[in-house]
Nanobody, 124 residues
């Protein structure tokens, strides 16, 4: 059974940092590119970042570029998202997901496996 389990969310003040983790099991994690996706209250899901299977290529949404860093440890079957300089507009449920299709700009548009999500709230 495929499982993606996110952790590391919480309440943080503006300008603060959080590190999210996503533990994968039930599939060959090291052979799949992975993404982080978020959903803010009352809004649709927004792609945040992508990393290829080997971890040597990454891509970010403009809204998080320069503040967030995606990484992975294939030996531990774990995906990470380091989030710095957090803003109130980063408040959302964050999901890890396995992309299956991309648009012409290299941004994932659909996904196979999903986690259950972890809540990130940025507020003073």
């Amino acid at each position: 059974e495929v499982q993606l389990v996110e952790s590391g969310g919480g309440l943080v003040q503006p300008g603060g940092s959080l590190r999210l983790s996503c533990a994968a099991s039930g599939f060959t994690f090291r052979t799949y590119g992975m993404s982080w996706v978020r959903q803010a209250p009352g809004k649709g899901r927004e792609w945040v970042s992508y990393i290829n299977a080997d971890g040597d290529y990454t891509k970010y949404a403009d809204s998080v570029k320069g503040r967030f860093t995606i990484s992975r440890d294939n030996a531990k079957n774990t995906l990470y998202l380091q989030m710095n300089s957090l803003k109130p507009e980063d408040t959302a449920v964050y999901f890890c997901a396995q992309p299956t299709h991309w648009d012409a700009f290299g941004r994932p548009t659909s996904y196979g496996f999903w986690g259950q999500g972890t809540q990130v709230t940025v507020s003073s």
